[in-house]
């Protein structure tokens, strides 16, 4: 496993840059954007994730002798342009939604200035970790809303890619997710961790009695205790005998849970375990979360769904070169002709326009403006924020964005964001952006 | 980002060790075996990929101190059991279907024996990297022969987090694609990259022309030209006009590919450049390949899709604990009661019945034998081959199984083993497996 991250870079980024270089071509100032034509399964937002993830693989994105020697052996680029990589660093501006923002199609969510070569080169790792990372925090923030207040943990490690896994486990603790099963994710990122014992830790045993000694032998009763593994009136009746009224919780992982839900509520009271909690994990999304909101249901586990963006696994954001300058030092708006694939050129700056209630009504883009500008001459009595933050300023990376900072604060810009949206933005059913997106 | 491999894991592995430690159940001799219950998708067969990376990541998880100060101050096990993992090196068995073999509901895809602590403590790792990398693989698998012999290069690093994108290349290299876009997967495997430019290329330029220019000045004129930033028929022309007729492929990402590459190849042979070769890209899966086999393009570039699994991101594989060792030292099969989740338990051995002809009629499930043993008494004239083997024995791994030998093997294996498989094999179509499930 190679630290830098310059390789996670499709081919054709350098080549474009060993051809510019060559042209004269490279070193146009140049805006490169990122951002989703549409929010992918009909949602009715979209929520930033990923953006302290790139800063940090920026900050990652060298050029090593390892890195270089694959490259002039395959002879991907031309020696000069090997030189040029070695020195690769970006010395740009980067402006952008910030993270566990809610975002809308044509959301500039990315404004990346600098030379040609120096934005075209990071256009992969950027989409890489912005549409993953967003897929799984738009589906989690749905997942936390149908919720309704009560935990969920993330616990879908095994159903993506190895490091894909802790990626979603920040995403998703960015949507409001509480804790996860991943232990990287703990280490590297300071989510809290959980979990205590699978079936197998219970057929391991000669009883699910001896298998519940044994769990609470080592953790006390405040621990969970999955009774699932053959009956499951017979296990919280075990469970109870062994850990007494005083146990923590049990898990079910499988059956009707709302069925077995109430049932098991109702034997735990009856055994006088009025204040052991219920947590449940069979496969849920947002839709059974949500269906499961009246029931004695204490908290939630979400794995498949959450990190595979419950049934929508990317973000389909798009890095387009937006403008450039030309031979007079001049911007000029740019943009591919084709009619299916229209992207807005220029210059950008954004505005969440909110009524006087504080509810969102519309995303302002304002064209010609750079990227944090105050646009004049808006002709509305309601209030609007500025939603561009900036990330990188001459190359420095503004490091609160990134860390375990960084995601605390994502985590309560999340919160505050989806607080301003309309009520319709909360429907689990597919149809429009909850806002409209108005360009200026 | 960390090397070791260890902490990719879910927290409750670890404190089902602690408590099986501390109850003297942790060395229970044990087989745990990672399988399908369904085919994703309705697919008619999987596509085992992933193994040489787990075997490589297996070799590499290790507790390091940094991984143990993180458990020790989160307190996610105690001191005891920080020691036993401060010496973990997995030393037992793991049999299963080599990579690139296909599979069905039940195949036994992973048979991991050993102490139930040091095979509990692989779920995670296992699951994620075979879940991932599978469902890229059986999506790929469909795209190649839909291809009908047309190469494919995989371009989806954008759409799946960074890691998983080079996991995706080499899935989908195994499953016969023929190149890929990604630079880490050209260097860490061994796969051929590909790439010229992207539409930005052509936008940085004050003309197509002159981005056409640059792009031959640096690569000559076997080179791909991206035609469709502005007008198609004048790019061609103007690609033609720059390059000359021995200009090496026009690639198209826009459009009806259907009706564009047949015009585009009209185009190109009235140019005089009937060598050109024509390259499409546009959101394609293998439907939509499917339905370019009739018309005039060369090769295609497969992006979302493929690196998405097709709409089936995972294979919703499990890893489940099937037999372990009694206080007398005999295998007992162990399996969950619970209806909807039923497994089957015990040892097993499989083989792939063929039939005179070489076509594959069933997979028959030896149960009670070990993994690898030859079950007598089959009751069948026609022929069948062994499908497991041994990868790790006392916990040394197979090393041809592993890097670039073992990516080498598993491409040849799935040719082969795919040109057994049943015509319907490859419907596109929802449906049941190609083949049945037998258990003996």
């Known amino acids: 496993m190679h630290i830098s991250t310059a390789l996670l870079t499709d081919h054709y980024e350098l080549t474009m840059v060993d051809a510019a270089l060559k ?3 490279a070193d146009r100032r140049s805006m490169f954007e990122l951002f989703a034509r549409r929010l992918s399964g009909a949602r009715r937002y979209g929520v930033v994730a990923g953006t302290g993830r790139l800063l940090e693989a920026i900050q990652q994105f060298r050029f090593t002798d390892a890195e270089l020697d694959f490259l002039r052996e395959q002879q991907v680029v031309s020696a000069s342009t090997i030189e040029w990589l070695a020195d690769y660093r970006f010395s740009g501006e980067i402006w952008g939604y910030p993270e566990g ?4 199609p ?10 040609f070569a120096e934005g075209v080169i990071l256009e992969t790792l950027a989409l890489s970790i912005m549409n993953y990372d967003s897929a799984v925090a738009t589906a989690a923030s749905r997942m936390v809303y149908a919720a309704n207040g009560k935990p969920l943990a993330e616990m879908g490690s095994r159903r993506t890619a190895e490091r894909s896994a802790v990626a979603a486990a920040r995403a998703a603790y960015i949507a409001g997710f509480s ?3 991943n232990l990287e994710a703990g280490r590297s990122y300071g989510i809290p961790t959980m979990g205590t014992a699978a079936h197998s830790f219970t057929l391991l045993h000669d009883s699910e009695r001896e298998a519940f000694e044994a769990q609470i032998a080592a953790f006390g009763t405040d621990t969970t205790l999955l009774i699932d593994t053959y009956d499951i009136e017979q296990g919280v009746r ?14 079910i992982d499988s059956g ?3 069925v077995v839900a109430a049932e098991v509520r109702a034997l735990l009271d009856s055994l006088g375990a009025t204040n052991t909690r219920i947590t449940v994990t069979n496969d849920l999304d947002e839709h059974t979360v949500a269906a499961l909101a009246a029931s004695p ?4 586990g979400v794995g498949t769904s959450v990190v595979i963006g419950s049934g929508s696994p990317t973000m389909g954001m798009v890095y387009k070169l937006v403008a450039r300058e030309n031979d007079e030092g001049e911007w000029v708006s740019v943009a591919k002709k084709s009619t299916d694939k229209a992207s807005v050129g220029g210059r950008k700056s954004v505005r969440r326009l909110l009524n006087s209630r504080g509810v969102a009504r519309s995303e302002l883009i304002f064209l ?11 002709d509305v009595a309601e209030t609007s924020r500025q939603v561009l933050e900036q990330f990188v300023d001459g190359g420095s990376v503004a490091q609160r964005f990134t860390g375990t900072e960084g995601i605390a604060l994502a985590r309560e810009r999340h919160r505050a964001s989806i607080a301003e949206l309309p009520a319709v933005a909360m429907s689990l059913t597919r149809g429009d952006p909850a806002i409209t997106t108005e360009y200026r």
């Open 256 to 258: 009707d849970l709302t």
């Open 297 to 300: 249901v204490d908290s939630f």
């Open 368 to 378: 010609g403006d750079g990227p944090g500008g105050t646009p004049e001459g808006t």
């Open 106 to 115: 044509g959301s500039p969510l990315l404004t990346v200035e600098g030379s």
């Open 179 to 181: 804790a996860t099963s």
């Open 238 to 251: 075990t469970a109870i005998d062994v850990a007494g009224t005083e146990l923590g919780a049990v898990r």
């Open 101 to 104: 923002e809610v975002f809308f």
């Open 23 to 25: 042209a004269g071509t």
